[in-house]
Nanobody, 123 residues
């Protein structure tokens, strides 16, 4: 499975962006997918995750109610809709795939990673 993240950019506080994670490989629909982010001089942190069928989602507290993760397995793509963006959301965002839902928040368990897309939120 190869992952390609896109959709980042520069946006003002309160604005919105939609990130996309496009995958190649026939087995993508069997994977749980997570979005992580890494701000400068910080470690990579979990943001949101969705199970293989799209029926289960989870978010870190700081984005709950503002971000929505969803997927379209017919297009091999997972999306992260980000609304009400704040300057503290500024980071490089990565998508990744892991076989099992129970590891959704554990970055070390992920098998595949995309290259990252920069999100910058100005105040």
């Amino acid at each position: 499975v190869q992952l390609q993240a896109s959709g980042g950019g520069l946006v003002q506080a309160g604005g919105s962006l939609r990130l996309s994670c496009a995958a190649s490989g026939r087995t993508f629909s069997t994977y749980t997918v997570g979005w992580f982010r890494q701000a400068p001089e910080s470690r990579r942190r979990f943001v949101a995750g969705i199970d293989d069928g799209g029926g289960l989602t989870t978010y870190t507290d700081s984005v709950e109610g503002r971000f929505t993760i969803f997927r379209d397995n017919t297009k091999n793509t997972v999306y992260l809709q980000m609304n009400s963006l704040k300057p503290e959301d500024t980071a490089v965002y990565y998508c990744a795939a892991v076989p099992l839902w129970r590891f959704v928040k554990v970055s070390s368990k992920y098998d595949y990673w995309g290259q990252g897309t920069q999100v910058t939120v100005s105040s």
